[in-house]
């Protein structure tokens, strides 16, 4: 997943599914490299379960 292909694993999330090219693009690593935060669509997924195929969010 880079900043020039915004296209990721959506892992179940809904969020990441139906969010625009733009705003899938727009990421941060967060938590010392542990996560990734979109914050234009008000996602976080760790690292392990994006790598391993869960899904882990924050509680809304």
Same mark, same amino acid.
């Given at each position: 997943?880079?900043? #020039?292909? &915004?296209?990721? !694993?959506?892992?179940?999330? !809904? $969020? %990441? ?10 990421? $941060? ?9 979109? !914050? #234009?669509?008000?996602?976080?997924? &760790?690292? $392990?379960? %994006? %790598? ?9």
């Amino acid at each position: 997943m880079t900043a #020039a292909n &915004s296209r990721c !694993p959506s892992n179940g999330s !809904p $969020r %990441l599914r139906d969010a625009s090219d733009t705003d899938r693009s727009n990421w $941060r690593l967060i938590g010392r490299g542990e996560g990734i935060n979109w !914050p #234009a669509i008000d996602e976080d997924i &760790s690292v $392990r379960g %994006l %790598l391993a195929g869960h899904r882990q969010t924050r509680a809304a």
